[in-house]
Every structure is written in structure tokens, then in C-alpha cells.
């Protein structure tokens, strides 16, 4: 068990600063972003209109949240797991997701006045890192069946 962990040094390392980096992120969202849904949700938004946003700003906003988010949780991927193969196809799915969320963001913003539900599940996947959550045992998983 010790000489596990005196192996996975770099990895426990990478680890604790892409936690630390995503706490940090989460910390200081409201410093950090635009994102007049900040208060929406945490009200009773169910009958509520959205909120006055500008949209070119709030787009912004969600758009370097992921980033930064994926940024650090790419980090811990390739840190944990050193294959260039998983890493590109985590690249590709994030900017995939990115593309697919922004997009579903905006109809639901533009088309669908009474979507908050939609729209916070939607906003969800953008401003916290879940894909991160779901990959690593996907993977981790992945690479014990090959092993055998």
C-alpha cells in the first residue's frame, strides 16, 4: 500500500490541484462568470421568467467555464492514465458535448420560455465538470478488462 502511493506521487499531485483548481473555479463562480442563473435557480424558478441576460456575455461566460473545467479535468485524465488515445478521445468528446450543449442551451433559452427545468439540467452539464466524473472509472474500468 506504501509503495503505491510513493509510485502514484505525481498522480496524487495532479489530483489534488485539478481538485483544488475546480473548488477554486466553484468558489469564485460568481467573481469569475456572468451568469444572471445563478440566482434564478436558487429561487423558486418554476413559474418564474428568466432573467434579462445578455446573451453574447452569458454565451462567454459558459463557454470559459468549460473550458477551464475541461482544461483541468484533461489534466487529471492524461496524469492518471498517460494514454494519448484516451486523452484525444476525451478531447473530441468534450468539444462535442460543448458544441451540443451550447447549442441546446440557446434553443431552449430562445424557444422554450417555460423549459427551466431543461434549462437547468442543460446549464448543469456546462458549468460543472460531470464528464470528468463519469470517464475516469469508465476508463479506469476499460483498462482492468483489457488487462485481463
Known amino acids: ?24 473555479i466553484r468558489a469564485f463562480e460568481r467573481k469569475l462568470f456572468y451568469d444572471p442563473f445563478l440566482r434564478y435557480f436558487e429561487a423558486d424558478f418554476h413559474s418564474s421568467p428568466y432573467p434579462e441576460v445578455e446573451t453574447l456575455k452569458l454565451f462567454w461566460s459558459l463557454f470559459l467555464r ?14 492518471l492514465f498517460k494514454d494519448r488515445d484516451i486523452f484525444k478521445f476525451s478531447l473530441f468528446v468534450y468539444g462535442l458535448f460543448l458544441v451540443l ?18 434549462l437547468f439540467y442543460v446549464r448543469r452539464f456546462l458549468i460543472q465538470p460531470v464528464l470528468v466524473l463519469l470517464f475516469i472509472p469508465g476508463f479506469y474500468y476499460q483498462l482492468q478488462k483489457t488487462k485481463k
Do not use: Q
Open 1 to 24: 500500500m506504501l509503495n503505491n502511493l510513493k509510485e502514484n506521487k505525481f498522480k496524487i499531485f495532479i489530483a489534488v490541484i485539478v481538485v483544488i483548481g475546480l473548488a477554486l
Open 66 to 79: 468549460y473550458f477551464l473545467n475541461s482544461a483541468l479535468s484533461l489534466g487529471l485524465i492524461f496524469a
Open 101 to 118: 450543449f451550447l447549442i441546446a442551451f440557446y434553443i431552449i433559452l430562445e424557444y422554450f420560455p417555460d423549459g427551466g427545468w431543461l
